[in-house]
């Protein structure tokens, strides 16, 4: 099993960009399907993206499209998201998650990594 830890979350004002990176432990990281999630205060978590590694196939949330980029490098078992055109809304602790390949169920969670966008 792999463990995830996310950093590059802070503080960006509407419209700007950032970028975020989840770096994993473990040999196994090429074997995960890997993806997104965001939870913003008094709101359930949500989907935002996901990188199966079955073909190299991203999924994103509607509101995202467009605007975020998820993005894996396995050669430093690193996933990233690329967020850019930032709005209020999207302020949230953004979570990391690892996936069985072709699974719909996380089997691994990060510790999370805020973000705030100011308006």
């Known amino acids: 099993q792999v463990q995830l830890v996310e950093s590059g979350g802070g503080l960006v004002q509407a419209g700007g960009s950032l970028k975020l990176s989840c770096a994993a432990s473990?040999?196994?990281?090429?074997?995960?399907?890997m993806g997104w999630f965001r939870q913003a205060p008094g709101k359930e978590r949500e989907f935002v993206a996901t990188?199966?590694?079955?073909?190299?196939?991203?999924y994103y949330a509607d509101s995202m499209k467009g605007r975020f980029t998820i993005a894996r490098d396995n050669a430093k078992n690193t996933v990233y998201l690329q967020m850019s055109s930032l709005k209020p809304e999207d302020t949230a602790v953004y979570y990391c998650?690892?996936?069985?390949?072709?699974?719909?169920?996380?089997?691994?969670w990060g510790q999370g990594t805020r973000v705030t966008v100011s308006s």
């Open positions: 998650a690892a996936f069985p390949p072709g699974a719909a169920q996380v089997e691994v």
């Open positions: 473990g040999r196994t990281f090429s074997n995960y399907d």
């Open positions: 990188f199966r590694r079955r073909g190299a196939v991203t």
